[in-house]
């Protein structure tokens, strides 16, 4: 049975953020993502995981420190300082947090410059990053994000993704398979999910369109879920969706793996 871990980023936004955790760990979920907690005390984070009962699981790294919060400090030749920072602080507080995966965010590549050359130095980045990451027992995911909702993302698909982890060559750097995204930019998951198992270190799901719960929009999830266990995917499965209503109200979806709804 696929082990869920709820997006406090995304899910229960009709609560204060301290107040989701407790929420999510009544409503049958043992362990959280949370995908920027950089705005709060790392102490404040940790009690309130600790006092909930609940593992974390995930975070995201910031795009750029020095100038705004778009996608891109990795793939930019000239700010490899920079990405290093951004990286030395995601496994501080992904250890602090007693996690050990990290969503790296890589950028669209901008107007005039090539896609080659950010790709290299992405790659060029992310090697010097798996070995940081090694040396503290964290996987580092990359996750090929739709262009349609991105333009110009460095990797949108399972093909292109999977070919930067073999460039980067690193054991520790996985694919971050989200189904929201791949649906747009590929679909036919059940073939991609088994030819991809190898690499894949996360899954994430979401309706198509809206993003919404599973039971919504075009994707089978619940075949999609007996499928994982089929292929044998024994990782975390994160909910990372924006209800359409009250969090609670649309957790039907989880009955089924011992998630509790109010309907």
């Known amino acids: 049975m696929p082990r869920f871990a709820a997006n406090l980023s995304t899910m229960f936004p009709e609560l204060n953020v301290v107040d989701r ?8 979920f ?14 404040e984070f940790s009690s309130w ?8 699981v995930l975070l995201n790294t910031l795009g750029r420190l020095k100038t705004d919060l778009e996608l891109g400090a990795g793939i930019l030749p000239g700010r490899e300082g920079e990405f290093r920072e951004i990286i030395n602080l995601a496994l501080q ?22 896609s080659a050359t950010c790709e290299q130095t992405f ?7 798996a070995t940081a990451a090694a040396a503290q027992e964290v996987t580092l995911l990359l996750e090929p994000l739709n262009r349609r909702d991105h333009p110009g993302y460095l990797h949108s698909s399972t093909a292109e993704t999977r070919r930067l982890i073999e ?23 059940r073939q991609h999910l088994v030819s991809n198992l190898d690499v894949i270190g ?39 969706y924006t209800p359409k209503g009250a969090t609670l109200d649309g957790l039907a979806w989880g009955r089924p793996y011992g998630i509790k709804h109010t309907n």
């Not at 060559?169 to 791949?182: E, I, R, S, W």
Request: glycine share 10%; aromatic share 12%.
């Open 30 to 43: 043992q362990a959280v993502e949370f995908l920027q907690p950089y705005d709060w005390p790392i102490e």
């Open 123 to 129: 790659v060029d980045n992310m090697s010097v990053a």
């Open 93 to 114: 507080i992904i250890k602090s947090l007693g996690g050990s995966m990290v969503h790296v965010t890589s950028g669209s590549v901008p107007d005039g410059m090539s």
């Open 202 to 240: 996360h899954i994430q799901f979401s309706s198509v369109p809206g993003r919404h719960e599973p039971q919504y929009g075009e994707l089978n999830m619940a075949l999609l879920f007996d499928y994982l266990d089929e292929i044998g995917y024994d990782g975390w499965v994160g909910a990372e």
């Open 21 to 28: 955790f407790r929420a999510a760990a009544d409503a049958g």
């Open 49 to 56: 995981l600790a006092e909930a009962g609940l593992e974390f």
């Open 167 to 189: 460039l980067i060559g690193a054991p520790n750097v996985k694919l971050q398979y989200d189904f929201y995204h791949l649906q747009i930019s590929q679909g036919d998951h």
